[in-house]
């Protein structure tokens, strides 16, 4: 009796600590559609069908982790989570703290303005130099963007694009893309400095708003995994390349291009 009850704390005890080891936790910013997203109380969006795939095949449990974007990269790297799936662009500051794996979405920074903007009405024929110098000339202009992404470094100016940024507008940070085009439709800011596709979901779903269809960055997203975590890493970027090679990867991006 004694060993029987010893034997069953002992099986309880195996599970919680296999549970424990079996997880795949992802670092994300869930308000960022169509990448990572919360509808109906579950998470969508390509990041986490990606990462679902990841999981499944490393026979882990997914476990997503919800965070402001800007916590997303330290979640990595002090380990309380095992990657990062955030339309996370790869870029040389992140670098020196987290590994990217391969990437799997070429994406760029865009432009949202108000469409009874006067200033922005001719603007789509520039091309992104002309479209730079346009926005430096007009006075007091207030840039909103996602704090801690390469928006926001961009805006700023960023040594990894050799661009010095808006130099003379204000940059304002939100904690996200749907509060900067909030702010953008309150008058607060003039314009919102986000990634294309996100910027085209923002657009459809605010009235008012429209894009400047002019790529300022080329960028791309990949996973970021803990710099002593070669071996997961690895596992990654065989999986990324088996869903890039057997179409999955398409099939899935495809899926919210609508
Ligand atoms: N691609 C940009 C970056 O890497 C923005 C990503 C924002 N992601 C999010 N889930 N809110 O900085």
Redesign the pocket.
Known sequence: MKYKILGIIMAVFSLFIGCKNDNLSVA??A??AP??YIDGGEFKGIDIEIAKIIADELKLNLVINDME?DSVVQSVVSKNSNIAM????INDTRKQVIDFSDTYFN?AQMILVRENDKRFFDVNKLDSTNLVKKINSIKNLKIGV?A????EFYAKGDKDWGFDGFKKAEILSFT?GAMAVTAMLNNQVDIVII?EMPAKVLQKSNKGTKIIDIALTN?S?AIGVSKDNKELLENINKILSSIKEDGRLEKIISKYYE
């Not at 955030?86 to 662009?89: E, F, K, M, N, Y």
Request: glycine share 14%; aromatic share 20%.
């Open positions: 994300t910013a308000n960022f990448f990572e974007f955030s339309g996370l662009a994406a996602q801690g992404t390469t928006g996200n990634d960028e997203y």
